[in-house]
Nanobody
Framework: QLQLVESGGGLVQPGGSLRLSCAAS??????????IGWFRQAPGKEREVVSC????????DYADSVKGRFTISRDHAKNTVYLQMNSLKPEDTAVYYC???????????????????WGQGTQVTVSS
């Protein structure tokens, strides 16, 4: 009942910025019933959490590697979650996925196993 589509990836130089978008289409429960997370997977590595945001948007969480550089936010009117990425580093290069799950909690989960709806991913490459 939740379908997600990512956009905004691309090639950027180290120190640059990108904003990823995760647009949702929902049937059944409203969009504000879903917590949303951003994950990434680099070649040869496991998928890891980047950030997540609670159903209300009041609570967020970040991986230590992106704290202070990335900001997650959501626009309920547009059914969209954003990931603003600043001060990008080559090690941020990965395919970025957004994912969602129906939540009854005020917080969001950092564990991929809790998410049951996934987008197709968008490539982010940080290179000079």
């Amino acid at each position: 009942q939740l379908q997600l589509v990512e956009s905004g990836g691309g090639l950027v130089q180290p120190g640059g910025s990108l904003r990823l978008s995760c647009a949702a289409s929902v049937s059944g429960f409203g969009y504000d019933h879903y917590a949303i997370g951003w994950f990434r997977q680099a070649p040869g590595k496991e998928r890891e959490v980047v950030s997540c945001i609670s159903r209300s948007g009041d609570n967020t969480d970040y991986a230590d590697s992106v704290k202070g550089r990335f900001t997650i936010s959501r626009d309920h009117a547009k059914n969209t979650v954003y990931l603003q990425m600043n001060s990008l580093k080559p090690e941020d290069t990965a395919v970025y996925y957004c994912a969602g799950y129906y939540s009854v909690d005020v917080y969001c989960s950092s564990y991929p196993v809790h998410y049951n709806s996934w987008g197709q991913g968008t490539q982010v490459t940080v290179s000079s």
